[in-house]
C-alpha cells in the first residue's frame, strides 16, 4: 500500500507557473509507476501524465505537452509537476496515483492508490 499527500495547489492567472508535489509512503512507493490525473468540475477524472519507475519514461496529454513536466525523485519519495503557461482550462483537481507495473497507462481504474487532491484554479 502506498500512500499520497498532494501539495501545492492554489490560484494563479493564465500564463503563470506552478509546481504540484506528492509525497509518497510505503514500501512499493520507488517502485511504482507514478502518474497525475486531473478533475473539473461536471466532468471525468482525467490522465494529465505519467512517469517510469526510474524517471527515464515519460507520457502527456496532448493537451499539456510542452507546457507540464512530471518528474519523480525516488530518494525522497516525491513526485512532481510543474506547470507553465496555465489556462483556465487546466482548472481542475489534480490527483496524484501509483501502480505497480511498467506500463503509463492512462485510464484511472489501473491505478491503485490515490492522494486527497489539490485545487488549482486558473483565472482568465
Known amino acids: 500500500q502506498v500512500q499520497l499527500v498532494e501539495s501545492g495547489g492554489g490560484l494563479v492567472q493564465a500564463g503563470g507557473s506552478l509546481r504540484l508535489s506528492c509525497a509518497a509512503t510505503g514500501r512499493t512507493a520507488s517502485s511504482s509507476i507514478m502518474a497525475w490525473f486531473r478533475q473539473a468540475p461536471g466532468k471525468e477524472r482525467e490522465f494529465v501524465a505519467a512517469?517510469?519507475?526510474?524517471?527515464?519514461?515519460?507520457r502527456y496529454i496532448d493537451s499539456v505537452k510542452g507546457r507540464f513536466t512530471i518528474s519523480r525523485d525516488n530518494a525522497n519519495k516525491m513526485l512532481y509537476l510543474q506547470m507553465r503557461s496555465l489556462e483556465p482550462e487546466d482548472t481542475a483537481v489534480y490527483y496524484c496515483?501509483?501502480?505497480?507495473?511498467?506500463?503509463?497507462?492512462?485510464?484511472?481504474?489501473?491505478?491503485?492508490?490515490w492522494g486527497q487532491g489539490t485545487q488549482v484554479t486558473i483565472s482568465s
Open positions: 496515483a501509483s501502480r505497480l507495473g511498467t506500463a503509463l497507462v492512462d485510464t484511472p481504474q489501473e491505478y491503485d492508490n
Open positions: 512517469i517510469s519507475t526510474g524517471g527515464t519514461r515519460t
